[in-house]
């Protein structure tokens, strides 16, 4: 339905914004840097795009932790945001505006968008059940308050279910609140709040679904969530710290921090506008829907997400633009989850690699971008380690991308003082020209990963050429032809430095800068990839070290080291608090049921026949279960604490008629018993055939 990239219309290409909570992760540069790359690949191919972004300053979570530590919640995010404003550009990650949404082009953005759904009749005000903390006098907000989720039973926090399904949760819908203040049991109060009438999306939401682009999983999982009446957003919250609701006599009120969040995204484009001009760059082109409702005309929007937040940019937000007559996405990709050495980073264990300790290893930038970006697929989860850092380096751009390119100038400088006078052949052509098809296809298609793919591949069919050419023996028996196959090998190497500078930005500028070329390899066009490079150039120098054995040792003891600190003071304070060694038991429930309601649940034996874990998900595995009469399909968190693969053959209690559920998109039918935190399965003592009933 939309025409390819390269569109005459600007484009803009935005990351989901880090909430300025904390300390970033090699896990969390994923999004940016694969923005980054794919806002870099859109302007080769010649599109006018602005890479835009800021944090996310509002919100329970930096106000609690700003009272933690005594400050005020402005001065606690603005530290992290301006750390982040450092640490962005030390992973070559350029945005071309950075804001945050405190600042006063979003505030004045985010009160116009409400403003706009007020007097469009979207916002409607109802008296809720908020939850309340009796002993500190006080609403509690989203995650102020922890307890379970209403739609998977997983432990939820106030507004998502987090280790769950991944919902977002209304305020009151979280069953047995605690308060996270307190700890207490919350108690809940009638409260006035706004809400915005979703219900008056629906139909449009249909229609934008159909029309959206990006990866699979952003444009499937909504239509789900879009079937049945759309329940109301929930718009205001009961805090001082946010954006003040703009309505009359509603002074106490602050605005959802899922509200001023996304029109950051818009905010910061303008922002950019202001820096640049309307001529160069103009954030209204872009974001005023200049069409109607099913035909909207603007720019290009293109969001950069991780999986967890798709509802809120595909369900949510274009409902939000659609609500001020904004223009609506064109395209939303969102990306998996990133694992360290093999399992999930634990930021409470310390068990991560920082950003910082990425800069102080003093590897290049570039070659995290390549690690991450190319280490598997886009919307896939994708494994972080030293050791597969210093492999793939290694391999690809040490032996094959670098080692091409360096033997290629190398030869042609101390032959040719240059490029050699001779035309490319006809192999070389349709090569380069293959692989520029690639790379469109690669933007085209979304996927993030192809764009390091197509230069790699076009540097091994290099290494392969010059291998089979042997231009070395050739300089004396038949210099027209040594010639020839030198200046194939510049080109490949010019056209190699184009193709690869969204991945490797810095060593593309320095190949680019290698070959003499004039200006910047950041303003060329992919068509640069098929023009003639400078006659002459230097000595080329190599454009990647070898990560050497040592190297990769140190830097996982240091990670084990401090995993290790981190366990022993986790330890220690677990004895001080508990030397029991037991854990503390609930008492047992006063309401006693009957034999007749206990009957009601239809308990079996049955046999786990597989058990695999569910990609993208902390804690959830498939089980296929053998009850005797059928095979089902049970979902259930135990990935864990399990090893799964001994899994098969175990009996174990099946609740066989439970309501069916869904899981991160995969179907439970039934629940398996197990004990405690630990998931401890519930086992038969003698071999119970499968399908028995348990009484
Ligand atoms: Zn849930």
């Not at 999982?221 to 879009?226: D, F, H, S």
Request: charged content about 30%.
């Amino acid at each position: 339905m939309h025409e390819d990239f390269p569109t005459d219309a600007p484009a803009v290409v935005t990351c989901g914004l880090p909430y300025a909570n904390g300390d970033l992760h090699v896990g969390h540069l994923r999004t940016y840097v694969s923005g980054d790359a794919y806002s870099r690949a859109l302007g080769r191919l010649g599109q006018n795009v602005a890479f835009v972004c800021g944090s996310d300053m509002h919100g329970t979570p930096i106000a609690v932790n700003a009272a933690e530590e005594g400050v005020d919640p402005e001065t606690f995010a603005m530290q992290y945001h301006e750390q982040y404003e450092e640490t962005f550009p030390e992973f070559n990650v350029e945005f071309d505006n950075y804001g945050h949404t405190h600042d006063e082009t979003n505030t004045e953005m985010t009160r116009s968008f409400v403003r706009s759904w007020i007097d469009g009749d979207h916002v409607v005000e109802k008296e809720i059940e908020v939850a309340w903390d009796e002993e500190a006098d006080q609403p509690l907000p989203d995650r102020f308050v922890e307890g379970t989720c209403p739609y998977c039973g997983e432990t939820a926090r106030g507004d998502e279910c987090d280790e769950g399904c991944q919902r977002h949760l209304e305020p009151g819908e979280i069953e047995d609140p605690i308060s996270t203040i307190t700890g207490n049991p919350a108690e809940y109060r009638t409260r006035p709040h706004k809400f915005l009438r979703l219900s008056d999306f629906q139909e449009y939401l249909q229609g934008f679904l159909d029309r959206l682009e990006g990866t699979e999983n952003a444009q499937n999982q909504p239509r789900e969530w879009i079937e049945g009446e759309l329940q109301d957003l929930c718009i205001t919250r009961d805090m001082d710290w946010g954006v003040d609701y703009p309505g009359e006599g509603e002074e106490e009120l602050v605005l959802y921090v899922w509200v001023d969040a996304p029109i950051e995204y818009a905010s910061s484009t303008k922002q950019y506008t202001e820096q640049v001009g309307a001529d160069e760059y103009d954030w209204e082109a872009v974001w005023k829907n200049h069409g109607t409702e099913t035909e909207p005309d603007g720019g290009e929007i293109v969001h950069i997400i991780g999986h967890d937040i798709i509802q809120h940019h595909t369900v949510f937000w274009p409902a939000m633009l659609r609500g001020a007559e904004f223009n609506e996405p064109r395209a939303v990709m969102a990306c998996g989850f990133v694992n360290l050495a093999g399992e999930a980073f634990s930021t409470s264990r310390n068990r991560a690699v920082w950003a910082d300790d990425y800069v102080e290893s003093g590897l290049h930038p570039d070659l995290y971008r390549y690690h991450i970006i190319t280490g598997s697929e886009f919307t896939a989860d994708v494994n972080f380690s030293w050791d597969g850092l210093q492999e793939r380096v290694n391999s690809e751009l040490v032996g094959t991308l670098g080692n091409f390119c360096y033997r290629s100038l190398l030869f042609a400088e101390r032959n040719y003082d240059g490029t050699p006078d001779a035309t490319v052949s006809d192999e070389v052509e349709r090569e380069i020209q293959s692989a520029m098809d690639d790379f469109r296809t690669a933007v085209n298609d979304y996927r993030v990963r192809g764009l390091g793919r197509a230069p790699v591949e076009l540097a091994k069919f290099g290494n392969e050429y010059i291998q089979r050419h042997e231009p070395w023996k050739l300089t004396d028996d038949d210099p027209e032809k040594a010639a020839q196959v030198i200046r194939d090998c510049v080109q490949l190497s010019k056209a190699i430095a184009v193709l690869i500078e969204p991945v490797l930005p810095g060593k593309a500028e320095e190949l680019w800068t290698q070959l003499d070329e004039d200006g910047s390899v950041h303003e060329a066009t992919l068509e640069a990839a098929r023009t003639a490079p400078p006659a002459e150039f230097d000595d080329p120098s190599e454009l990647f070290e070898g990560i050497e054995d040592d190297r990769v040792e140190e830097l996982n003891r240091q990670l084990e080291e401090r995993v290790a600190a981190a366990e022993d003071e986790e330890t220690a304070t677990e004895t001080e608090t508990d030397d029991s060694g037991t854990p503390d038991l609930e008492p047992v429930a006063d309401d006693r049921v009957s034999f007749e309601e206990f009957k009601e649940l239809d308990l079996r034996i049955g046999k786990v026949l597989s058990a695999e874990p569910i990609e993208g998900a902390d804690k959830l595995a498939k089980l296929e279960v053998d009850i005797g009469v059928e095979t089902r399909q049970i979902v259930a968190g135990i990935k864990q604490l399990h090893d799964l693969g001994s899994l098969p053959g175990t009996r174990i209690v099946v609740v066989a008629n439970l309501e069916r559920s869904e899981l991160f998109g995969v179907e439970s039918n039934g629940m398996l018993l197990a004990a405690g935190d630990e998931a401890d399965l519930l086992t038969t003592h003698e071999d119970a055939d499968p399908g028995t009933k348990v009484q």
